[in-house]
């Protein structure tokens, strides 16, 4: 954009449908959860068998950048975060706007790297939020608007900055990747308003026992759209919907010897251990990375097809544009709504895309062959 029992033993960490953190051992079984695993592929097909058309969006060159992240679209603009420049904004065509407040020690600018960014569309403002209390808000125009203290939970210690901070419905979510220290019940999310105030803390249900290195990837999240986030624990069973209005199962992980166990050591994973890496949940399918510790297959994709309830293995070439033979197999995607489609996004270089026709509005500088990064567009099928 984003729980959860286990079988075999494994505990429950989360509440089920609004109830906080019991066990939800019957909610594994639960009629009417698609159960996902890495083994359910029956055949391969293209990437491009779900692509409608591919969209490249030229950053243009007013100021150089070397990458932008966090990146936030609208029907309207498109928002995202640098360490150089600050938060930045562009039309929806890569045309620069403006910078949003400004990188700085001042009482109403963020510190560059460490500060993350999120939008709020509906009502016009972005957030810039510095470890460990400060959240900062603009106007789409840049305007400061105040600076308030976040009103942390209890035992919040071992929390740094979010791995996702998002918002949602107008409150502000704060996504973690089991945060905490030995010994205390591990964060998974928190909710603040605009002011600061917090809304509601979700942790685990036990004391957590040991330290979970952050390379082991436990919690991962994608965006389903502006108010819901999925949310996953490869040790646990049950994938989350959360939103400001519920929480409730979306999906289950099959059983089986590629499950993460909370006894394995975690800094050298079982060779027949598969966590998943990332779930795209659009209206007609799940795109669902594997990362598999077997390394003649390492990263692979699975899609699920909610229409006919078949899952296939995506080609590993995972083109996704053959004008360039554009391959999304190591690139970092996203999930986007604008005006009523459905986009996965990812960034490209400007000279990969060179030769593609209208990919690119400005020509290369030849004194920056490279140039600014490229938006990647991929509008997915509708039917």
Sequence with gaps: MKTFIKYGGMRVQFLILVLFLLSCSSVGRKEGLQVLSPHSASSTIDLMDIVDTVMYVQFDDSILLSGIGNLVLTDSFIIGAT???????????????????????????????NYDMAVDAMNGIVYAFMYPDILLSYSLTGEFLQRVHLQMPEKASGMYCPDIFQVQNGLLYFYYMN??????????????NKDGA?????RGQEARTSFYPGVVLINNYTSVDDST?????????TIFYVSPSCERAAYLFDKGNFRLQETDDLSSLPKECIRCLRIIDTKNFLLLAWDSKNRSE???????DKNTDITYKLRDDMVYDKRGDLSMRYLRMS?????????IVTQTKAYKVENIPGALHRKLDADDLEGNPVLVLIRLKDE
Aim: proline share 3%.
């Design 229 to 237: 986030m999925i949310y996953w624990d490869n040790f646990n069973d």
């Design 335 to 343: 999930y986007v709504k604008l005006k009523g489609r459905e986009y």
């Design 298 to 304: 390492g990263v692979y994709y699975n899609l699920y």
């Design 83 to 113: 360490n150089k420049y600050g938060i930045l904004r562009f039309d929806s065509e890569g045309h620069f706007l403006n910078t949003i407040g400004s990188i700085g020690q001042g009482p109403e600018e963020y510190q560059s790297g």
């Design 198 to 202: 917090l809304v509601e803390c979700r």
């Design 179 to 192: 945060a905490g220290t030995v010994g205390e019940k591990p964060l998974y999310w928190m909710v603040m």
